[in-house]
Structure formats: structure tokens, C-alpha cells
């Protein structure tokens, strides 16, 4: 969607950190997400965040919030070639509902 | 827990040809979710239901989209007549409510070729 912006690609070896980065527009915005797809799959929820948070860590997984900025981004600790896929940050609004908005995606490569 | 499962997984039709998208939500949701995928547009939100009762359909392309919900185990996306710019990947999700803070899980999508 419109409102929300991420890259379209990173490259990164395998071993060394991965950080995804999105900007969102909408201020009122209660939850946000990431989800990962690969290859000829649906999209699978890695991780999420409440608006009124700074930060999440989930394993590998940190996910920061600047919500000045309107800033998410998720960094991946020791990328792994399995983590080859494209990641989406999707954001809910203030209507209650939980119908997402997503990026575009970022297409993040491993090499081995 | 089999997830959401749709169906077919790939569909290739001629232009103006009825096409129908099959979806089973996970067992016991109540929101569903119709997304239609591309390169250029990349995930657009169709249409939502509530309890099998269409809460916002305002992504609907145009009249040539319908969707159904019959029951909670089953909902139908149907284009009619369908068009080469219909062509991409159609995934239905479900959650189990509707509030912000319930996921949405994502069936493997439909990949729609339309000729």
C-alpha cells in the first residue's frame, strides 16, 4: 500500500546481521506487523508490535519502533540462508479491525 | 491444524471466461480475508467478512468481482467476465477475531493467469 514504504531489496552474508527497514504514515496506527513469505507460499507472521512499544526481541528477531519517525525495522541476528524471502511490514489502524496494510516487501537474499 | 487451504493453486484461463477461487479458513476463525497480489500494485486488501457477513468491500476492482461467504468453513472470490489484468496471485487469510491484535494467517494463494 501507498502508506507504507519499504525497500525492495537487501543482500546480505549469511552469518551477518539482516536489518529491514519501513516507514509508515498513519500516526493512529495500533499494531504493526511483519510477515515473511517465501517461494510460492502465502505469508506467515513472524513477529508484531503495539504502538506504544519501543522495541521486541523474539529469538533472532529485534524489532524497533521510532514512533516519531514513523520508523519499523526488523533486524534478523546471524542471517541464515533459510532466511532468504521477502519480508512485508503491514500496519492495522484505529478502526479496530484488523485489516492490514501492507509494504511492497523487501526481497532479502542470503549468500552463503 | 491444515491452515487456510484455497484452491485451485493455479488457474489458467482464456480472457472472458468465468474464473472461481475457492477458500477454507482455519477452523473456529471468524474473520476472513480476500488479498489479490501483484509486481506492480504488490498486497491490496478485496474484500473482509465478519462472521460470514461482508464488512468492507471497498478494494473490489470492479462489478466483475464477487465474493461469498456461505458458511464459516467456506468462501468463494469469482471473476466474471475475467481480463489479462486480472492476472495475480490471490490469497485468502482468516483470523480468529477482528480486533487489531488478532493475525491473520495466510492460505498459499491462487496464482491466477488470465490469457
Known amino acids: 500500500g501507498e502508506d507504507v514504504e519499504q525497500s525492495l531489496f537487501l543482500s546480505v552474508r549469511e552469518g551477518d546481521s539482516s536489518v529491514i527497514n519501513c516507514t509508515y504514515t498513519?500516526?493512529?496506527?495500533?499494531?504493526l506487523y511483519w510477515y515473511k513469505q517465501e517461494p510460492g507460499a502465502g505469508l506467515q507472521l513472524l513477529t508484531y508490535?503495539?504502538?506504544?512499544?519501543d522495541m521486541k526481541q523474539d529469538q533472532r528477531l529485534t524489532v524497533l519502533l521510532n514512533k516519531k519517525d514513523k520508523h519499523l525495522s526488523l533486524r534478523i541476528a546471524d542471517t541464515q540462508t533459510g532466511d532468504s524471502a521477502i519480508y512485508f511490514c503491514?500496519?492495522?489502524?484505529?478502526?479496530?479491525?484488523?485489516?492490514?496494510?501492507f509494504g511492497t516487501g523487501t526481497r532479502l537474499t542470503v549468500i552463503p | 491444524d491444515a491452515g487456510v487451504i484455497q484452491s485451485p493453486r493455479h488457474e489458467v484461463t482464456e480472457m472472458g471466461q468465468e474464473v472461481t477461487l475457492r477458500c477454507k479458513p482455519i477452523s473456529g476463525h471468524n474473520s476472513l480475508f480476500w488479498y489479490r497480489q501483484t509486481m506492480m500494485r504488490g498486497l491490496e486488501l478485496l474484500i473482509y467478512?465478519?462472521?460470514?457477513?461482508?464488512?468492507?468491500d471497498s478494494g473490489m476492482p470492479e462489478d466483475r468481482f464477487s465474493a461469498k461467504m456461505p458458511n464459516a468453513s467456506f468462501s468463494t472470490l469469482k471473476i466474471q467476465p475475467s481480463e489479462p489484468r486480472d492476472s495475480a496471485v490471490y490469497f485468502c487469510?482468516?483470523?480468529?477475531?477482528?480486533?487489531?491484535?488478532?493475525?491473520?494467517?495466510f492460505g498459499n494463494g491462487t496464482r491466477l493467469t488470465v490469457t
Open positions: 498513519d500516526s493512529s496506527s495500533t499494531y
Open positions: 503491514a500496519e492495522s489502524k484505529m478502526t479496530g479491525a484488523n485489516n492490514l496494510f
Open positions: 508490535i503495539f504502538s506504544n512499544m
Open positions: 487469510a482468516s483470523s480468529p477475531g477482528t480486533n487489531y491484535n488478532s493475525p491473520l494467517h
Open positions: 467478512f465478519n462472521n460470514n457477513v461482508p464488512i468492507d
